[in-house]
Structure formats: C-alpha cells, structure tokens
C-alpha cells in the first residue's frame, strides 16, 4: 500500500507495501484496549501493545523472498484488461490516467487496443469477416460450441493434447524457412522515415465497436514511461491488440521508438531454449503483439497496391474469438517493424500443444476465461495446461459478458501455471483484493511454487522435482484454520453512512481454496465438496466495535478440515459490512492476505477502505492454523 509524491495508495497489484504495512500504529480504540487488558497474563498490557503496534504485530507477513533469477514462465505477473477503460466495457472513458494508475498501484501487464486514427469506409471493418472460416479458440481448446458455431471437422481438446491428427480444413499459420520449433529473433534494422507533416493522423486507443471514447496512442505511450518503474523497476509487459491499417502500424512503431527509447528490448545475438529472468530485465518495456515471421515481409514485397488497401483494412487480436489469420492467399495484417519489436513475447493464435509454435520458447498463447474454466475442470485437459505452463507463457483474459467490468476468479488459472491473469481494475471487486493478497509488497512478480516451475522455454533452471500429474494429487492436506476477532478500531463507514451511531459492523470471511466440486481425479472419479468456506462475526456497533460481551473473547470464524491444494494460492478475505436487515449488507473496509503470510497469534488485521483507496481501520484478531 505504497504511496507516491503524485497519487493516492490504492489496492490491487502489488507495489512495495512497506511504507503503511510496516508502519507503527496508535492503538487507542476503548473496546481493543478492553481486551488486551483482560488478555495480559505475563506481559503488560504495554507490552501487548508495543508488540500490535509494530510490524511484528501485523497479521500479514512480509512477503517472502521473492528470487527473481528464474526465466520469466516461473512468475506470477500482476496483470490489466483493456487497461485504458475507466468503467463499464460499452461506454466508458478511455484514459491515458489509467495506465498511470495501474502501473503506480504494481500492474506489470498492460494492454492496449489500438485502432486508426481516421474514419475509414463503413464498409472496411467488417469486409470479408463473414466469408471467411476459422476456428475460433474455443473449438482449438476442444471445449463444447453453440450450434450456431460448431463446424464439421470440430477436434477436441484431448485430441489436440495428445497429438492428434488435425483437419486437413484448418486455417494454417504462414510457413517460414526458419526453424519451425524457434523462428529467429527480429531484427528491428528496417528504418522509419519519420511522419512530420501538420496533418498527419495519428492512431488511438479505444474498445472498438462500442460507445467508449478514444485517447490518442500516443498519450498512453506517454504515461506508461512517466509511471511504469516509479513503484517497482520490473519488466512491464505491453500487450499490443492491432486493429490498424499498415501506414497507422508504421506511425505506431515511431512513437513507441521515440517515446520508449532505452526502454525497449533490443533482440539478442543468439537464440536460447531458456528465457531471461525478471532480473535480467528491470525497467524494461516487453511488446506482446501477434507474432508474422520473415515470410510475411517477403509477401509484402510482392503484392500489387490493390491488395496492400484491402489487407490494410482488418484489425489483428490475438484475444478475439474468431480471429483472422494470414493464410497463404492473405498478407499478415502485422507489419514486420511491428512483429520484430516482441522479443521475448511473441503473441501467437492458440491452435494446440502439439503445433510447432508451441515449443517456441518466446511464444504467448492468450486463453478466454470460458475456455480455461471448462479445461480446468477435465483432468487431462488441465495436466496438459499445467505442464505447458511450466515452461512457456499464458495469459487469460476475462470473457467478453462481463460489460459492467467484473472480474475472473484468479486463483483458478493461477493453478493452472497461468502467469498473466488479466483484471479490469476499475472497481475493487472480489478479483481485485485476491490479486491484493497475491501480490502485495511483491513488486508485481511471485515466484510460482517449486512443482508449477520448469525452465521456461523447455529445460533448465527449474525450481526441484516437478510431478507429470497437476497438484491436487501431489499437495492436498486438510487444514483447521480459526480465526477470534475481537474489535476493531477506526473502521471506515460505508457509501450510505455519514453517523458512527447508524453503522451496525460484522466481518463476513472467505476462505479462497480449490473448489473441487464436480472435478475429477486421474480416473474420472468425483472429487468429494469442500466444508462451507463463508463465515461471519456477531454485529458490533459503530467505527470502534467490539465483537464479544466479554473482554478477552472474540467472535470466532472457524473452517474445519478444509482441503487445501497449495497455501501460496489460498486466500484469506475479511470483509467489513453494515449489517443493515432492510437492505443488501454495505461494504465498508476489507483486507486479504495469502494464507501462506497469514500469521498466527495475537495480530492486527490492517485494512483498506471499501474502494481500496487508503486506509479503512484494522481488527484485533487471534489466528490459529492447524495441519
């Protein structure tokens, strides 16, 4: 919960947590002193309070060491959806601000759709988009389609995890001369004659075919250099979405250039089967955008003025569902200037594990929520995740419903390896305060546990022993975790509550663990339900409540025998409500910490206020773990 000369801490993503995490505090609240009191035995209740009021006393631990050597797959990354929306996916702002925004709070992946910065013939969107087939990436994970969208030669997931034969009616990816297992790095020698005149357009950055307003390309590339190494000097990933024609692609490659100089990758001398690490890449720029190959400049070469404007009118995502794919009779709609600049980070369309692409140590396959939700739930499906995961790099992106901005759940894809679970960040939702609890005081990177690790890009540097088979069936071990709460002090109020006399707290606890319901194991058994994992505190009263009539004894929150899968991806969420009986209970301050940094003992909970602006109060708590 860091704060800067420049803006207001704010929850979510992971920036150096010292300043108000290490704190000292001034426990002065009647009801927690109540109880200190009654618990001092051989200490004084000076002593208790000292001991609260430092560090020591916090019930989130410091994070762990955090070693940044290991090649960038072994992370957990920090991570933005359509970063520029300030609200709703329809018809918010988009803002350079929100770049700045998400970086200083500890985001290291960013995305930005870019689009033409002139109107174009109403037509050209959506030319040729119909007459074209293509398998979307649901059909290419194997995952069940509409009937409005299943096609004859539909292949399943298993099929194309196993290494099956693929239709012979699949769109293919463009062949290169290179080595299809690592085409070679770019090399950005191509030069830009510089765009100068007065009335040139330049492109923007926009939700394409909603009501979203535009903000130059340009003013984003602005803020992610002003803001992306203020909070932490790891490598920011820049997810690049195209929709522009070639000319607008060569105007963005100028600015990111101008902009971003010394910031940027150069490509290395040699290949390597291993990526670098974090460390090896502080206060660098990453681009993520859709990877074409040498063969594509070749093609560019070769085709008449007629053919350049009509390529020139489709837009390029490596998240869209059905995406438009160069074939041989078709132009790649990425510019080579543009594709060179990803160099650790090649964004590729996901056609299965058993594709040439897929051993590319620097290729990025980008997964909708749906299709990772559905795969999580198969167990072969989800080992053959799990182990790509261990080696290359993913990213998951909300599915296209979610237009009031909510979130994913990320723990989900966090076990499956994911590295890049991409939040909206606009609200302070359930999504974001677990990405709170993942990556607080961390600068944006958690090492994976030592079983989710490999070498990244296929061998070396792993982190010990990793099992062929996903974690469950490696690491489960049942847990009874107890957590007495007895006051707390300062608590922030909710929206609708301006008097101390009207606000009626009680604390709601969530325990985030693997929900197993309905999975299965290696044989296709059902894995038995976890115990309940929702608990709450009796009603206090006011902003300095006490939970418990006797001083000394708290509320407690229990979970008994719960099975748990890996404590670094199990969370801890206590929320602040108004228990208000004629109403939805209101959110007044919250807190959630990774069951791993949770503390035992007597500790203090330190909490953000309900839109994780700043400060919301603490809790006096007693927390106890048994295995």
Request: with cysteine; proline share 6%; charged share 25%.
């Amino acid at each position: 919960m860091s704060t800067s000369t420049t803006t207001t801490p704010r929850a979510g993503g992971g920036v150096d947590s010292t300043v108000d995490q290490e704190k000292r505090l001034n426990l002065t609240s009647p009801s927690i002193l109540k109880h200190v009191d009654a618990l001092a035995s051989t200490d004084t209740t000076q002593d208790i309070l000292d001991y609260l009021s430092s560090p020591l006393g916090n019930a989130q631990a410091p994070p762990l060491s955090n070693d940044l050597s290991y090649p960038l797959p072994n992370y957990f990354i920090s991570s933005s959806h359509n970063t520029y929306l300030s609200g709703n996916q329809l018809s918010s702002d988009s803002s350079a601000l929100a770049y700045r925004n998400v970086l200083l709070r500890g985001c290291r992946s960013v995305e930005i759709d870019v689009w033409d910065g002139k109107s174009r013939d109403d037509s050209s969107d959506d030319e040729a988009q119909g007459s074209e087939t293509h398998h979307g990436i649901r059909e290419r994970l194997g995952l069940k389609q509409s009937s409005d969208h299943q096609q004859e030669h539909h292949r399943s997931l298993k099929d194309r995890l196993l290494g099956h034969h693929e239709s012979s009616r699949e769109t293919k990816a463009p062949q290169t001369s290179d080595s299809a297992h690592e085409p070679p790095l770019g090399v950005m020698s191509q030069r830009i004659t510089p765009w100068r005149s007065g009335s040139r357009v330049e492109p923007r950055v926009l939700h394409g075919h909603t009501l979203t307003n535009a903000v130059p390309f340009r003013s984003v590339c602005e803020a992610i250099r002003d803001a992306a190494f203020v909070t932490s000097d790891l490598p920011v990933v820049i997810s690049l979405e195209i929709h522009t024609c070639h000319a607008q692609q060569e105007i963005m490659v100028e600015i990111m250039r101008d902009v971003w100089h010394g910031l940027l990758l150069q490509p290395p001398d040699h290949t390597s089967a291993v990526l670098p690490s974090p460390a090896d890449l502080r206060r660098k720029l990453l681009i993520k955008v859709k990877y074409t190959g040498p063969q594509a400049a070749k093609k560019r070469m070769t085709m008449t003025d007629a053919e350049l404007k009509k390529t020139n009118t489709h837009g390029s995502s490596d998240t869209e569902p059905e995406e438009q794919t160069p074939t041989n009779s078709k132009m790649s709609k990425i510019i080579s200037l543009l594709s060179d600049m990803a160099v650790y980070t090649r964004a590729y369309s996901f056609k299965g594990f058993d594709k040439p692409e897929a051993q590319s140590p620097t290729h990025v396959f980008s997964l909708s929520e749906n299709a990772l939700t559905e795969a999580q739930a198969d167990y072969h499906q989800h080992a053959k995740i799990f182990e790509h995961n261990k080696h290359f790099m993913m990213r998951a992106y909300p599915k296209a419903l979610r237009l009031t901005s909510t979130n994913l759940n990320p723990p989900l894809f966090w076990r499956q390896g994911v590295q890049m679970v991409a939040l909206n960040w606009q609200d302070c939702d359930k999504g974001m305060m677990i990405n709170e609890g993942m990556f607080a005081g961390t600068g944006g990177y958690v090492l994976k546990p030592p079983f989710y690790r490999g070498g990244g890009g296929g061998g070396g540097g792993g982190g010990g022993e990793a099992p062929t088979t996903p974690h469950r069936t490696k690491r489960a071990r049942t847990m009874t975790l107890t957590i007495e709460v007895f006051a707390g002090q300062n608590l922030s109020l909710p929206a609708d509550k301006t008097h101390d006399r009207d606000f009626h707290p009680w604390v709601k606890s969530s325990l985030h663990v693997e929900t197993l319901e309905g999975k299965l194991n290696s044989n296709n058994s059902r894995i038995a339900q976890q115990p309940k994992l929702k608990v709450h505190t009796v009603n206090g009263q006011g902003r300095n409540p006490t939970f418990s009539t006797r001083p000394g004894h708290g509320s407690l929150l229990t979970y008994r025998n719960v099975l748990l899968d890996e404590e670094q991806l199990c969370f801890v969420r206590l929320k602040v409500v108004d228990r208000d009986r004629m109403a939805k209970d209101d959110l007044a301050a919250w807190a959630c910490i990774r069951l791993d940094r949770l503390r035992e003992g007597l500790r203090v909970v330190r909490l953000w206020d309900r839109d994780g602006m700043g400060d919301g109060g603490l809790l006096l708590v007693k927390v106890s773990k048994y295995f």
